[in-house]
């Protein structure tokens, strides 16, 4: 009889193990210098900026560069934008249920500023922001309630109206994953300065959160693809570290008001 209970519970604890404990950040990013680590621990986090002409600095793990980074960097774009930054544990342990409703508030992006050095003031880079009903119709929806659950996989759309570019529209693609949740966005349309600057599925930024033992690991990066032409026009680094500073710094608001 103890025999036969012994084996249902193995039986038991090998159909539903235990679940492991979060990985630590030199883990995955296991060649960051003092000087890096420091800064990556702290609010604005650590970013880099390079272009086709200079290495990418890629700072993830073979096998996270692969699954995130890889689909962007292997485009060869014009501009790449890379961050990373660890929000320390606070009161309770951030969880992914938190990134994910952080990531729903869209209106939230509304009036988030940036720094113009051409107008030398703090400026709002979107004067509005909502999610649309779909890529072929643009009325304006509310954002939904929180939810008590991650879905493995959403597809959404937003419109932003940018304050370079105007309207801009995104497909944002939300993805779990062994370890964290992939927050992808790419433009569904052009973004235009005048003329078309960014033609339509040619920007996509990519942000992936990790809950880790020091808190939560988020690293990003983004990648434009534009003519010489309108890089001649548009400081085009700056353009999209801007909107990649914007959009992270939006999604930590969001997550460490639920910290």
């Not at 990531?103 to 400026?123: C, E, M, Q």
């Not at 959403?154 to 419109?159: C, K, L, Q």
């Not at 693609?173 to 949740?181: A, S, V």
Request: net charge neutral; aromatic share 10%; glycine share 6%.
């Amino acid at each position: 009889m103890l025999r036969t209970a012994a084996l249902f519970l193995l039986i038991l604890f090998c159909a539903f193990p235990a679940s492991s404990e979060p990985r630590s950040i030199n883990e995955i990013f296991s060649d960051l210098t003092g000087e890096i680590r420091e800064r990556v621990f702290s609010e604005a986090g650590y970013i880099t900026t390079s272009n086709r002409s200079s290495r990418y600095r890629l700072l993830s793990t073979p096998g996270l560069e692969s699954q995130i980074a890889g689909e962007i960097t292997g485009q060869q774009p014009s501009v790449i934008v890379e961050s990373l930054m660890v929000i320390p544990n606070g009161g309770k342990p951030v969880t992914l249920i938190d990134v994910y409703n952080a990531l729903g508030n869209i209106r939230d992006l509304k009036g988030r500023t940036y720094h113009s050095f051409t107008r030398d003031a703090v400026v709002p880079l979107f004067e509005d922001a909502s999610r649309v009903n779909g890529p072929n119709r643009i009325s304006a929806l509310p954002d939904p309630p929180e939810k008590s659950s991650v879905p493995a996989s959403e597809t959404i759309y937003i419109r932003l109206k940018d304050v370079n570019f105007g309207n801009s529209y995104y497909r944002g693609d939300m993805n779990l994953n062994q370890y964290g949740f992939l927050y992808t966005l790419t433009n569904y349309r052009d973004l235009t300065y005048i003329i078309p600057a960014i033609k339509k599925e040619k920007f996509t930024a990519r942000f992936y959160f990790e809950p880790v033992a020091e808190g939560l690991l988020i690293y990003s990066i983004a990648g434009a693809e534009v003519s010489d032409f309108i890089a001649s026009k548009i400081d085009m680094p700056s353009a999209v570290q801007k909107r990649l500073t914007v959009i992270l710094s939006w999604a930590v608001d969001g997550i460490k008001k639920r910290g």
